[in-house]
């Protein structure tokens, strides 16, 4: 306080620095919405009204978990932090679009009680609270879990990626390229459009809240893996089509770029994504499910407080000293 | 020629805009000065004058026979009131000769030149350097004497002046290089012949383009002098990012400039060197930028030390907005205080004034493991690791992980999206391993 006369308030004193950026927790969520409303604009288009109620009861679910635990805890609530309603979306983007409303709530309160608040909340976690969800949601209702539909229609069918693996449903032919990229395919909710997640997850690059490196690494590994694991040997495969089927995007763009489940350097995300992508392959080729993305992510989420141990950056002044 | 940098650091918001294109103006002369004998990083002075003396301006007030350590000199002439523990801003409290000023200036008769750089070796520069009273003018206010003074088993070949100025707002140096060029360029010159380096360097960032032009005329072609460009990034200031970007030479963890063969000083450090061998004018005024969006009036002023934070304030209009901070230096590194009664420093390279809507005070939240920390850290640390350590008491830990390389550049806190303080914890967990270190050499005596 000063007697001067200049300043008849107290001043703040703290530890510099005294500015900071913009940039916030709520507001990094706030951009992975925005990367995320394509994709749900897409569900909506192709699945109608019953992707938009899945979506709602996700979303409004986990905010209202997220709700519950912070007053358990007696806590201010932290929905305004936004990563709930994130969770929640990405959930509902893997679900099938024909399931009941009551998979999307039970789903969406097991991944906030069950594999976030109960490891410390927001940050504490180590397991993607959407994908943990749905491998739990796929082992105990296994029968809605893959029950496809094709859009607009909403006719029961199997998705190109039953087709495209060698251990598919032979003879179904699989949809034109362009028909992918746009998502007129079934699949989960949010993951069939490559467009409209790839605007997305370029907004999310361009905004910064997300590096190359993990989406570049994971899609590139799984591209050349399937060219080179072809079904009629080295170099028959149909990369393009892997790419653009399943839960690639969804997972490459939005998923493995978790901040919390994912490894905190550069090198370490391009681990990251080179072992989502070898995961993911292998599954797809060689594994029982049709499907790999979700379990390589899951399993790359369990070795990524390895990979941080490892992947260190060289400080500064590591130089021989003459 | 492009500019060179280093991988890592931020952009933050300059601020630069309303004073850097202000000359310096002289402030008015204060009634009453308050000298620290504690200016410098090192053994603090005794005082050479107690209460009721006499003394001039420019006369030597305080002293020490220890090696780091810089003299002190009065910035008026009149009458000591006291030698007393005052606030200080950045020791919190240090003992300091108060002296009211009988407003006629008059000079110590002992002041006069020094001699001319080709008859003074370099003991006899070092000599002058020390009894000026030079510190480090861009903050740390490390002896100059001492520095330009390296062992024997060490050679330095080049002298590199910082005139970086990346902290934002801030704009003295700027302001120095374009209205004081030939004393900046002298002042290199002597700081060259004093530790016997061969070549000598200007380092500007890219955003000072009239600094940059008005410093190459002023170098005037000399084949051992150059001027390298930086690109605008904080901390490019830093020495050992600034050695880096300019010289390619990293400091060992651990080192100091000197163990590459350089001498790093701020440009408005040689500035005062060149005074000191021109006219034997000690280190008692400096320039300063008064600025932040609570001063009415921001300017770049020519200032006594010993001046009270709050009379420049005044001299520039006061608050035009409540001030919700006010800080001895930049924004990310300098110190706040709680009160305006502290006096100006030979290391106060600023004082700026946050309005209470500038000022940050967001409570943390939960680490996001986002690693932007880890992006920003020029010394290519973990903070997130270390300050999680740190705030568990897990020094040992933090130590492992390197914690005594930051250099408190405040880049991981700035960046962080929860508000973590994390360059805050780390410096505690710097405190307390120093402290152990120690503690642990003390038994050996």
């Known amino acids: 306080m000063a007697e001067n006369g200049a300043q008849n308030e107290l001043l703040v004193v703290s530890s510099s620095p005294h500015v900071k950026t913009r940039d916030t927790t709520q507001r990094l969520m706030g951009d992975v919405l925005i990367g995320l409303a394509p994709a749900a604009a897409a569900a909506g288009y192709l699945f109608g009204s019953r992707a938009l109620m899945i979506m709602a009861a996700s979303v409004g679910t986990a905010v209202l978990a997220e709700h519950l635990v912070s007053r358990m805890g007696h806590k201010r609530t932290t929905i305004g932090d936004l990563s709930a309603a994130v969770t929640g979306l990405l959930l509902a983007f893997n679900l099938p679009p ?25 940050g504490g976690n180590f397991l993607n609270p959407a994908l943990a969800a749905r491998a739990i949601l796929l082992a105990a209702w296994p029968v809605h879990m893959t029950a496809w539909i094709r859009p607009f229609d909403l006719v029961g069918t199997a998705t190109p990626l039953a087709t495209l693996v060698p251990k598919g449903v032979a003879g179904v032919p699989l949809p034109s390229y362009l028909d992918m990229f746009l998502g007129r395919i079934p699949g989960s909710l949010g993951e069939t459009s490559a467009l409209a997640l790839l605007a997305g997850g370029l907004y999310l690059l361009w905004r910064r809240v997300i590096d190359w490196h993990t989406p570049v690494a994971f899609v590139g590994t799984v591209f050349v893996l399937t060219w080179l694991l072809g079904p009629d040997g080295i170099g028959t495969g149909d990369p393009l089509a892997h790419v653009l089927s399943g839960g690639l995007m969804l997972g490459a763009l939005f998923m493995a770029t978790d901040y919390v489940t994912s490894p905190v350097t550069p090198r370490g995300r391009l681990v990251m994504g080179l072992g989502c992508g070898l995961l993911t392959v292998l599954i797809r080729i060689y594994g029982a499910f049709p499907e790999g993305v979700s379990y390589s992510i899951l399993i790359m989420n369990v070795a990524t407080p390895l990979i941080d141990r490892w992947m260190t950056p060289r400080k500064f002044g590591m130089v021989k000293t003459a | 020629m492009t500019a060179k940098t280093f991988p890592g650091g931020i952009h933050p918001d300059y601020g630069k805009g309303p004073t850097a294109g202000k000359p310096v103006v002289r402030a008015a002369p204060p009634k009453t000065v308050v000298i620290p004998l504690h200016q410098h990083t090192g053994a603090p002075c005794e005082a050479l004058v107690k209460a009721g003396d006499e003394v001039k301006m420019g006369q030597k007030i305080g002293d020490t026979g220890a090696f780091v ?84 088993n060490k050679k330095i ?17 700027h302001r120095v290089m374009l209205e004081q060029a030939d004393d900046v360029v002298f002042g290199l010159r002597a700081l060259m012949k004093a530790c016997g380096a061969g070549q000598g360097l200007i380092a500007i960032e890219d955003n000072k383009p009239d600094a940059i032009e008005v410093i190459h005329k002023a170098l005037g072609g000399a084949p051992d002098l150059q001027i390298i460009h930086l690109h605008t990034k904080y901390p490019q200031g830093s020495e050992k990012h600034l050695l880096k970007a300019c010289l390619n030479r990293e400091v060992p963890s651990g080192g100091l400039p000197l163990d590459v063969g350089v001498v790093v000083n701020n440009v408005a450090t040689a500035a005062a060197v060149a005074r000191a061998v021109r006219n034997g004018t000690p280190l008692y005024e400096r320039v300063l930028t008064v600025t932040g969006g609570a001063v009415a009036n921001p300017q770049n002023m020519l200032v006594r030390v010993g001046t009270s934070f709050g009379d420049l304030i005044e001299q520039c209009g006061g608050f035009a907005k409540p001030a919700g901070k006010v800080i001895n230096g930049g924004p990310m590194m300098g110190i706040a205080q709680s009160s305006l009664d502290v006096p100006v420093t030979k290391g106060t390279s600023g004082i700026l004034c946050l309005a209470r809507g500038e000022v940050a005070r967001d409570e943390a939240e939960a680490c996001l493991k986002c690693g932007r920390c880890i992006d920003a850290c020029p010394m290519y640390l973990m903070p997130l690791w270390i300050s999680a350590y740190a705030e568990r008491g897990k020094h040992e830990e933090a130590e492992r992980l390197n914690a005594l390389d930051c250099i408190e550049c405040g880049c991981c806190s700035y960046v962080c999206p929860a508000r973590r303080p994390l360059v805050q ?7 307390e391993i120093t402290a152990r270190r120690r503690r642990q050499a003390q038994p050996a005596k």
């Open chain 1, 98 to 122: 024909s399931v009941p409303p009551w998979i999307p709530v039970i789903g969406s309160a097991v991944a906030i009680l069950l594999v976030k608040a109960l490891f410390g909340g927001l």
């Open chain 2, 425 to 431: 914890a780390i410096r505690l967990a710097k405190g």
């Open chain 2, 69 to 152: 350590s810089a003299p002190v000199h009065a910035s008026v002439s009149g009458k000591v009131l006291a030698v007393e523990p005052r606030p200080h801003p950045a020791f919190g409290v240090s003992l300091a000769v108060v002296i009211e000023s009988d407003g006629q200036d008059q000079l110590d008769p002992e002041i006069r030149p020094a001699g001319s750089l080709d008859t003074l070796d370099a003991a006899a520069l070092r000599k002058v350097i020390r009894e000026a009273g030079i510190v480090g003018m861009g903050g740390a206010a490390f002896p100059t004497a001492v520095k330009v003074a390296p062992p024997p």
């Open chain 2, 157 to 173: 070949d080049t002298v590199a002046l910082n005139g970086a100025e990346c902290e934002p707002y801030l704009t003295a140096d």
